[in-house]
């Protein structure tokens, strides 16, 4: 759980759109990070993992690609708009 916190408060908070479109796209590349987490997609999975974890292999959080924009657009709705209103 900490690994989607620190996804949805330091990466996602700056840059949803982009996460988000990501999690569509597969021309925009297999795997991308923020600063604190990497995301790398397999097939219809995405795995949500530490970007500076040391452990091999590393853990990661499996999700559908619909369960991660989910995610991400539940965070926009419930948290992103506070969020946007505190910065």
């Known amino acids: 759980m900490t690994i989607l916190g620190h996804f949805l408060a330091s990466d996602v908070g700056y840059y949803t759109p982009t996460f988000k479109e990501w999690g569509f796209n597969d021309n925009w590349g ?3 990070n923020g600063n604190l987490t ?9 795995f949500l993992s530490n970007l500076y ?3 091999k292999p590393r853990t990661a959080i499996k999700m559908t690609r619909q369960q991660y ?11 992103g708009c506070l969020w946007n209103l505190l910065n």
């Open 30 to 32: 297999e795997e991308t």
């Open 38 to 46: 990497m995301l790398k997609k397999k097939g219809n999975y995405i």
């Open 69 to 79: 924009v989910q995610i991400i657009t539940d965070w926009e709705e419930k948290v």
């Open 53 to 55: 974890s040391e452990e």
